[in-house]
C-alpha cells in the first residue's frame, strides 16, 4: 500500500512516462489527471484482488445488483478519500506544480445515470464496499448518456453527454468475460431419441456483449465494489463482400446495429423504433449478466445446484424484470435443468425492490413486441404465468386473475414478472411498501403476505458531508469525534447541542460560508450573480409533474406578483434553486423547465426585485453539482402530491446537510418527520386517503379557483407570461387539462396549504437561533438514512450477506 508522497510522485511518472511519453514538467493538466487515475486504479485492482481471494476462500455468498443506471458521478475525488489518500496525492502533485482540486475538474460525470434511481444504486456500491460485503454491480455502458442538457431560449435541449473522454479511464476492459446475446429471429423446439426436449433459436441477431469493470473503493476499508459496464458490438457479421463491393455502410451496418444498444440511456421510447431499442437494452443487460454470474459461479462450485446459496440476483426496480426468465431459459436450456428445480433455483436467488406507487409508471411491453424481439423470453413468460395461475386457481377469480397475470390484453407486464419470480419484494420507505401491499399489489399480498417488506432508502452520507461538506464535518468532528464517519447512528450525538448558542452560531457560520462558495461558484462557471444574503430554497429532482416543481412555480409567481404591486413591503430576501432534467420526450415537463427560465429571465430585468426574491435554474445539473449545491442550501422543497413518491432521496442528502424540509407527508418525508419532530419540519398538504377522497369524488381543480383571488391572478399571469413568453397552456393545463383531466397532481388544491406553511417557515427563519436549532436537529438525526443503515437490511433480511473478515481476523 502507498504510503508516503514520495511513493505516489514515481507511480505518477512512471504512467506518465509509459502512456504518454512525457514528465511531469511538461504534462497537461488532462494527461496528468489520466496518470492519477491509472495510478488510483491500480491500487483499487490489487486491492480488489486481494479482497476476491477471501471471497473465494471462504465461500461468501455474493449479491449482483442489477440496474439500468448508476449515477456515480466522479470518480477519482471518491476513491481517493475511500482510500485514505487524498493528502498523499496533493503533496506529490504540489511537487509538479499541480493541484488535486483543479485535476477534480478535469473529469466529467460519469453518464451512466439520471435521478434518484441511480444514485441510489451508486450509494449502495459505496456502501457494500465500505462494509465489505461480497458485491457486483451490473449495468450498461452508454456512450452518451442520458444527455447534456443545454438551455437555448428557456427551453432545455439535449446534446450528447460526451463523458468517456474523462471517464473511460476508470474502466478496465475483460476480454475474458465476453457473451453472446440473441435478439429476434424464431424458436424450434425438437425432441431428441431419448424424449428430451431441444430448443434452438433460429436465424437470430447475434450481439456480443463486452465487459468493463469499474472498481469503487470502500472507505477505511479493504472492500471494493465492481461495477461491471456492458458494451455492445456485432459477432462475426462483418459483410467483407459489401465491403470490397464499396457498400461500406451495408458492411458495417450489423455493428452499428447492435452499437445502438449502448448509445443513449432510456431512448425516448413514444415511437416503436424506441421500444424496440429500450427492450433490447433490457434484454441485453440480463442477460450478459446472468451468463457472466453463471460462469464465474461454476468457476468455483462447477454446479448450479447452489447457486441461490451463493448468489443473490436483485432486480432494482423493473427494468432488469427480464432476468426472470432469462435466468430459467439459462438453467432449462443451457444447462439442462427441468423447469421445476430452475425455477426453485431462480425464485431463490432473486429478489426485487419497486420503486413507483403509480401503475401507469409500471413497465408493460407489447406482446407481440417481446414475442418477435424475443421469442424464447416469451414462451418463457407464458409458461410462467400460465403455471402461477394454475397455481392460484381456486384462490382467485374474476378481476384479481386479470390484475395479476404478466400477460394481459396485449401487454407483459415486467412488475407482475418481478413479484412473481422473486422471494421477496420490497418498497423504499415505510409509507411507500404499505401503499404497494394495498393498491398495485395488493392482490399479490394476499397472497404471499410473507414475501413483502420494506427496507428505506440510504444515502452514502460520507460522500454526501465528509467529503461535500468539509466544514460542516469538521465543526461535527470537533462537537462529537470522527466516529460518525464509520457509523452514522453516532450524529444523534449532536442533539445535546441543540440549546447550545455557540455551536448554533457556528452552524450558521458554516451554512452562510457555503452559500458564499457556491455565489462564487456559479458566478465562475456560468455568469449568474446569486445573491448569498438570501435565503437559499432549493428543489433538485427529475422533472416529472408528480413531483410538482409547477406548484413551487405557482408560489414564486404569486411572489413576484406581490412585489410588483408592493415593492416595500415586507419580505424576506430569498432565491429559487431548482435543478432538473426532462424526458426529452415529455413536452410538458420541458415547458415546466421554460417557465422557470423565463421567470428567471424576467427577474434579472429588475435589479431592485432581484435583491429580493431571485430564481435560478442549474443547467444540466448532476451529482457534482449537487455536491456543490446542497451544502449551501437552507430549505429543502419535497412538496411531491401525497402518495406519489415512493421515497426520494435528496431530502436525506439535504437534511444531513442541516436543511430544514418543506414537504408533502409523502415518501420518506414521514419518516424524516418523525425523527427530527414536527418542530423541526414544515408539513402541509392532503394525506394520501385524503387525495384518494377527493379525486373518487370527482377532482376540480376550478373550485380552488373560484374561492382564490391570488390563484386567479397568478393563472393570468402565466397565460400574459414572463420574458417575452406566453404560458397559457401551462394555465389551462392547471383549469381546463390537457387532452385530460385538468391539474391531475392537485397543484391548487394544496396551494393554499402550501402557502401557510410557507409562512411558518419564513417566521422561523427570521429567529436565527431557533432555524438553526431545527438544522442541527436535523442533522443529528439524520444517520438512520444512511445507506450503510440500508445496507444492513438487505444483507440481513433479504441478501443473507456475511461480511469479509479483514485481515488478521
Known amino acids: 500500500m502507498i504510503k508516503t508522497s514520495e511513493q505516489v510522485q514515481e507511480l505518477i511518472q512512471e504512467k506518465l512516462t509509459k502512456y504518454f511519453a512525457t514528465e511531469p514538467q511538461r504534462a497537461t493538466k488532462e494527461q496528468m489527471y489520466k496518470a492519477v487515475a491509472l495510478v488510483v486504479r491500480d491500487i483499487l485492482l490489487k486491492k480488489k484482488q486481494e479482497n476476491n481471494l477471501k471471497i473465494r476462500q471462504g465461500k461468501l455468498k455474493r449479491v449482483y445488483y442489477l440496474c439500468m443506471e448508476f449515477l456515480i458521478g466522479r470518480s477519482l475525488k471518491n476513491n481517493l478519500y475511500n482510500l485514505g489518500l487524498e493528502q498523499s496525492f496533493k503533496d506529490a502533485l504540489k511537487v509538479y506544480g499541480q493541484n488535486l482540486d483543479a485535476l477534480y475538474e478535469v473529469e466529467d460525470d460519469a453518464g451512466l445515470g439520471n435521478g434518484g434511481l441511480g444514485r441510489l444504486a451508486a450509494c449502495f456500491m459505496d456502501s457494500l464496499a465500505t462494509l465489505n460485503y461480497p458485491a457486483m454491480g451490473f449495468s450498461l455502458c452508454y456512450e452518451y448518456g442520458l444527455f447534456r442538457q443545454k438551455i437555448v431560449d428557456h427551453m432545455q435541449v439535449e446534446l450528447p453527454d460526451k463523458w468517456l473522454d474523462t471517464g ?91 452499437e445502438l444498444i449502448c448509445k443513449v440511456l432510456y431512448p425516448s421510447d413514444n415511437h416503436i423504433q424506441g421500444k424496440q431499442l429500450r427492450l433490447s437494452q433490457q434484454y441485453f443487460l440480463v442477460s450478459a449478466s446472468l451468463q457472466s454470474i453463471f460462469k464465474d459461479h461454476l468457476k468455483n462450485y462447477r454446479s448450479l445446484d447452489n447457486l441461490a446459496d451463493k448468489a443473490a440476483i436483485h432486480i432494482n426496480d423493473t427494468h432488469p424484470a427480464l432476468a426472470v426468465p432469462e435466468m430459467m431459459r439459462l438453467l432449462i436450456d443451457e444447462h439442462g435443468y427441468d423447469w421445476d428445480k430452475a425455477w426453485k433455483i431462480t425464485t431463490s ?66 412488475a407482475n414478472l418481478s413479484v412473481i419470480g422473486s422471494h421477496c419484494v420490497n418498497g423504499v420507505s415505510a409509507l411507500h411498501s404499505d401503499i404497494i401491499k394495498k393498491s398495485v399489489f395488493r392482490d399479490f399480498y394476499e397472497i404471499y403476505p410473507k414475501r413483502f417488506t420494506n427496507v428505506t432508502n440510504g444515502i452514502a452520507h460520507r460522500r454526501w458531508l465528509c467529503q461535500a461538506n468539509p466544514r460542516l464535518a469538521s465543526f461535527i468532528t470537533e462537537l462529537i469525534g470522527d466516529g460518525y464517519m464509520k457509523d452514522a447512528s453516532r450524529l444523534e450525538e449532536l442533539v445535546k447541542y441543540a440549546s447550545d448558542a455557540q455551536a448554533l452560531k457556528k452552524i450558521g457560520e458554516i451554512k452562510q460560508r457555503n452559500k458564499r462558495d457556491f455565489a462564487k461558484w456559479i458566478k465562475d462557471t456560468t455568469g449568474f450573480a446569486l445573491n ?171 373550485v380552488y379557483l373560484a374561492h382564490n383571488d391570488k390563484l386567479r391572478r397568478i393563472i393570468d399571469r402565466l397565460k400574459f407570461g414572463f420574458d417575452g413568453e406566453s404560458f397559457a397552456d401551462i394555465a389551462n393545463y392547471l383549469i381546463m387539462g390537457n387532452n385530460g383531466v385538468a391539474d391531475p397532481y392537485m397543484c391548487l388544491a394544496d396551494y393554499e396549504d402550501y402557502m401557510r406553511a410557507n409562512r411558518e417557515l419564513d417566521e422561523a427563519y427570521k429567529d436565527s437561533k431557533k432555524f438553526n436549532s431545527m438544522a442541527l436537529v436535523n442533522i443529528a438525526k439524520s444517520g438512520v438514512f444512511a445507506a450503510d443503515r440500508s445496507i444492513e437490511d438487505y444483507s440481513r433480511n433479504i441478501w443473507n450477506l456475511k461480511r469479509v473478515k479483514p485481515a488478521g481476523v
Open 532 to 702: 448569498p444574503e438570501t435565503r437559499f430554497d432549493t428543489q433538485i429532482k427529475r422533472l416529472h409533474e408528480y413531483k410538482r416543481q409547477l406548484l413551487n412555480v405557482l408560489k414564486i409567481v404569486g411572489y413576484y406578483i406581490d412585489l410588483t404591486d408592493s415593492p416595500d413591503m415586507p419580505f424576506t430576501p430569498q432565491t429559487f434553486i431548482f435543478g432538473a432534467k426532462a424526458a426529452g420526450g415529455y413536452y410538458h415537463a420541458k415547458r415546466i423547465i421554460a417557465l422557470i427560465n423565463a421567470i428567471s429571465g424576467e427577474i434579472a430585468k429588475n435589479p431592485a426585485l432581484k435583491q429580493k426574491l431571485d430564481v435560478m435554474f442549474v443547467e444540466n445539473y448532476n451529482v457534482t453539482k449537487a455536491e456543490h449545491l446542497i451544502p449551501a442550501s437552507e430549505i429543502s422543497e419535497q412538496i411531491s402530491l401525497a402518495g406519489k413518491e415512493a421515497s426520494g432521496t435528496s431530502n436525506m442528502k439535504f437534511m444531513l446537510n442541516g436543511a430544514v424540509t418543506l414537504g408533502t407527508v409523502d415518501g420518506a418525508n414521514v419518516e424524516i418527520g418523525e425523527v427530527v419532530g414536527s418542530d423541526n419540519i414544515f408539513t402541509f398538504g392532503m394525506l394520501t386517503e385524503q387525495v384518494d377522497a377527493t379525486w373518487h369524488n370527482g377532482y376540480s381543480s376550478t
Open 168 to 258: 473511460e479511464i476508470w474502466m478496465m476492459p475483460r476480454s475474458d468475460k465476453n457473451f453472446r446475446i440473441k435478439l429476434g429471429g424464431h424458436v424450434r423446439e425438437w425432441w431428441d431419441g431419448e424424449g428430451k426436449c431441444h430448443i434452438e433459436h433460429e436465424d437470430a441477431e447475434i450481439i456480443e456483449a463486452i465487459p468493463y469493470d469499474l472498481m469503487i473503493s470502500g472507505s477505511d476499508s479493504e472492500g471494493v465494489s465492481v461495477l461491471r459496464l456492458w458494451r455492445a458490438g456485432a459477432r462475426d457479421n462483418f459483410d467483407m463482400k459489401s465491403f470490397t463491393q464499396g457498400d461500406y455502410m451495408m458492411a458495417t451496418r450489423a455493428d452499428n446495429e447492435a
Open 349 to 414: 436467488a432473486m429478489a426485487y425492490t419497486n420503486h413507483t406507487v403509480m401503475a401507469e409508471a409500471l413497465e408493460k411491453w407489447g406482446e407481440d413486441l417481446v414475442r418477435t424481439r424475443l421469442p424464447r423470453i416469451y414462451s418463457i413468460i407464458a409458461e410462467i404465468n400460465r403455471r402461477f395461475l394454475q397455481s392460484v386457481e381456486g384462490r382467485i377469480s374474476g378481476e384479481k386473475i386479470d390484475n395479476m397475470s404478466i400477460i394481459s390484453h396485449g401487454q407483459v407486464r415486467m
